[in-house]
């Protein structure tokens, strides 16, 4: 009888027990990104990364959203970090329709669209301010002022001076101008459109005229300006403009912007360089403080203009700040010593791999690398030699190498 009544009561405890649980984890607490678990008499949310725990049994994200701005891809747990136009990052992520991007920035009010960039492949992108998604059909020569990628249809790139460019249009890739000739841009038929090379080299079928920018007196300087413009470059002209508020040598930051515009658009030249506000130049003399006068090169083409950029030039790893390295850049036709960001983690002298580089510059001959201009501005077992520079392949035609003075083993 005693050992019915001690099973009795532990099948009751239990029961109470199993009560209890149910009673403080209700139907769906938690879900749908995590689990309602009871521990010492207390509901708790067992949560799922990179959801917490939170008030009324409720799971909270606490990585950053879509829209929000982000440095690398750690930073958007639910999606990837975009550098999407003149260096404006943001958290976004892949999608079917423009119902699924919603724009999460604090004090935003761009709008994101589901747009497809590949065949196939679709993500959530900004559009300019007060302008709703474009339908994705527009081919080249079509406006997409302020819809930007979404106007247009996949293989036609929105290409413009800034998100809300009167002379955005659907683009396409072309070799001559003779690729651009089914484009008419649909706000004048009149306008030419041509094949025009964009920063990087590659070319796309743009408006060319200077005569049709709203801004549109020739220049070869600034002085050659009205008060509060800059000469800068449109297309392959180079006019005067005024676009933000940043007079050229200022830094290309917020912090300095009253108007708080987006990258693209706060030097009043449009174009920053090395971190600088920029300016269309013939010598240095041209330039703000800090700044040197260098030509800006398009590949395939022999169309040079020389901009004004920050300078960062150096002779050595004593040039540069910590982080940063004194590395081959081209400079016209030359080659020269410029300070940029470390690519890796292993110092000058370590030996690499060519095809797994780790060095912080890069690796020549399994040994890392960087610009010098003495015996003394290597480590040990090096010494500062010349050596020719591949700048594309094929590397064995001549014209394609360039002398670099870099560190090189005894």
Known sequence: MKTTFLFLMALAALFLA????????????????GRCVVVNSQAQCNCEPPYEACEELTCCYTGRQMGEPCAEDEDCPLGFCLDYF???????????????????AVAESREMCCVEVETGARM????????????????????????????CAPGHPCLRR?????????????????????????????????????????????????????????????????????CSIVGIHTVCINVGALPPGSAC????????????????????????????????????????????????????I???????SCYGP?????????QPILLGRELAGWCNKNEGWDPVGSSCDEDNDTCEVFCIDTLCTEWCSLNEDCPEDMRCGTIDFCLTEPCDVPENTAPATVCIGN
């Open 18 to 33: 199993c009560s209890t649980d149910q009673d403080l984890c209700p139907e769906n607490a938690c879900e749908p990104h």
């Open 86 to 104: 003149f260096n404006e990052k943001y958290c976004t992520s892949t999608c079917e329709s423009h119902d699924e991007c919603i724009d999460h």
């Open 124 to 151: 959530c992108l900004k559009i300019a301010e007060g302008h709703t998604c474009g339908d994705g059909t527009g081919s080249c020569g079509d406006s997409c002022t302020g819809s930007l990628s979404s106007a």
């Open 162 to 230: 800034s998100d809300s460019d009167p002379m955005a249009i659907c683009s396409s890739p072309c070799a001559t101008d003779a690729d651009c000739a089914v484009c008419e841009w649909s706000e004048d038929p009149e306008v030419s459109i041509s094949c025009i090379p964009i920063s990087g080299g590659e070319k796309y079928c743009l408006i060319n005229d200077a005569e049709d920018s709203p801004d549109n007196t020739p220049c070869t300087t600034s002085r050659d300006c009205p008060e509060n413009k800059t």
């Open 253 to 304: 930051n917020d912090e300095d912007d009253p108007n708080n515009l987006s990258y693209e658009e706060r030097c009043r030249g449009l174009y920053c360089f090395n971190d600088m506000c920029s300016e269309v130049c013939v010598e240095d003399a041209d330039c703000p403080e800090g700044m040197i006068c260098r030509v800006l090169s398009f590949s395939n083409t022999d169309d040079e």
């Open 306 to 312: 020389y901009v004004c950029m920050g300078d960062k």
């Open 318 to 326: 004593a040039g540069c700040p910590e982080g940063e390295s004194c």
